[in-house]
């Protein structure tokens, strides 16, 4: 696994493909806890899909209106992608088909990304 963030023209390619999820912890913000040591945090109004979010029948939830237990069963998976984009979306592809989304437009949802003690990717606020 490399540590390394690949910059592209609108976007961060973030260096967590294949952390595990450890645990997720509820509160004002979602927190999944990753191994190696890291996380993504993300606000309540977060999108949770199963499967991308421009799929045909996607049905986008904010993560304050999933059922607890549906987002729960990320705990095993493993990360496949993590891209921040310049824009302020964050978009997580999780090994178990769900994904996690916070969009660039609407109301500001908080969202960072960090590996250890080092944020790679935060979403600034407006």
């Known amino acids: 696994m490399s540590n390394e963030i690949s910059e592209l023209a609108d976007r961060w390619i973030l ?3 294949g952390h595990r999820v450890v645990d997720i ?3 004002d913000e979602l927190r ?3 191994e190696p040591s890291g996380e993504v945090v993300v606000g309540c109004g977060a999108l949770w899909t199963e499967g991308p979010v421009t799929a045909p029948g996607a049905r986008p939830t904010a993560l304050d209106q999933c059922d607890k237990g549906r987002v729960q069963q990320t705990t095993g998976a493993s990360v496949l992608s993590a891209v921040g984009f310049k824009s302020g979306a964050l978009r997580v592809v999780f090994s ?5 989304n916070v969009k660039s437009e609407g ?3 908080p969202a960072s990304v960090r590996s250890g003690d080092t944020v790679m990717w935060e979403r600034a606020r407006p």
């Open 32 to 34: 999944f806890l990753l």
């Open 96 to 100: 178990n088909g769900w994904h996690l």
């Open 25 to 27: 912890a509820w509160g």
């Open 107 to 109: 109301p500001f949802v």
């Open 15 to 17: 260096p967590l493909r």
